[in-house]
């Protein structure tokens, strides 16, 4: 996102509505500057700002003069009064950083908006993570601090390395040049998104070891990760086994939401007898025990 200089009065609403703060005040020309390297391409500023179309020199000459009032002129918080904004046709590499942090713009490789993928939410009917294994969404990046696509790459090269499985419709899978090692294209590796999720599964036993793994990884990025741990409950609903791994290393386990599974059926419901067809006049036998 560029911002047009000869078109903005340094109102600073937009300073305000950047997820990233790559927004600010240019005190040497007094117009909002963005911090190219800071910004993420989420459209967070043209989106969330209403464009009006005042004359820039209006509008300047206005708030002079009630300055000299001892006044203020501002616009309303959720306006742009010049519609200053200047949209760019982003090309490669930079795409990427629109394509994970603009949740409205679905992605190449899984057609997926936002992150690009439904993570084990959908697993009833994708069926993503099976009996005895455990699926890990590894979750890097929030507003405000973002990720590099280094900082993850740091993180696929040392489970690729622990020999996990990387879920093949996830776009950060898409974005490897040699999943066998975890590698990411190197023309992507300086490019800062929003947020972004990479997939992982293994068996059940690894389920601690990798869960250290990521703890001892993290230590190392300059961003925040969250983990999530998916697993198939029993046939009554309850999870005997990854749960008691949890438990032991320290997470407090709440029974929070339970995805159900809306595409097809997985536990059938025992046949119920139909009662016999009767074409009309004829006569109905007498059930056992019962008078006519």
């Not at 708030?63 to 009032?69: C, G, L, P």
């Not at 294209?185 to 250290?212: C, F, G, H, M, Y």
């Not at 029993?234 to 008691?244: F, L, S, Y």
Request: hydrophobic share 35%.
């Amino acid at each position: 996102m560029r911002i047009d200089t000869d078109k903005c009065v340094a109102c600073g609403n937009c300073t305000y509505v950047c997820p990233m703060g790559a927004i600010y005040i240019d005190p040497a020309i007094k117009r909002a500057t963005v911090n190219r390297d800071e910004c993420v391409e989420c459209y967070a500023c043209y989106n969330g700002l209403s464009q009006e179309h005042l004359n820039p020199t209006m509008v300047r000459m206005m708030r002079k003069v009630f300055q000299m009032m001892r006044l203020r002129f501002d616009p309303e918080p959720d306006v742009c009064p010049t519609a200053a904004f200047a949209p760019e046709d982003l090309t490669w590499p930079r795409v990427v950083r629109r394509a994970f942090s603009d949740p409205r713009v679905p992605h190449e490789s899984t057609g997926v908006e936002g992150r690009g993928t439904e993570e084990v939410k959908t697993n009833d009917v994708s069926g993503r993570v099976n009996v005895g294994e455990v699926g890990f969404t590894i979750e890097f990046g929030r507003p405000g601090v973002g990720v590099w696509m280094r900082e993850i790459q740091e993180m696929s090269a040392e489970l690729a390395r622990a020999g996990v499985a990387f879920e093949k419709k996830n776009p950060i899978t898409s974005l490897m040049s040699d999943v066998s090692t975890g590698t990411i294209r190197p023309d992507i590796l300086n490019e800062k998104v929003l947020s972004a999720i990479l997939e992982i599964k293994v068996p059940v036993e690894r389920t601690e070891e990798i869960i250290r793994l990521v703890w001892d990884v993290e230590k190392r990025l300059q961003t925040v990760v969250a983990l999530g741990v998916g697993t198939r409950c029993d046939p009554d609903g309850e999870d005997r086994t990854v749960a008691p791994i949890l438990e032991r290393l320290g997470y407090k386990l709440e029974r929070a939401k339970t995805n159900m599974g809306l595409g097809r059926i997985t536990n059938h419901a025992p046949a119920v007898p139909q009662a016999p067809a009767v074409r009309q006049g004829q006569p109905v036998a007498p059930r056992e025990g019962v008078t006519r």
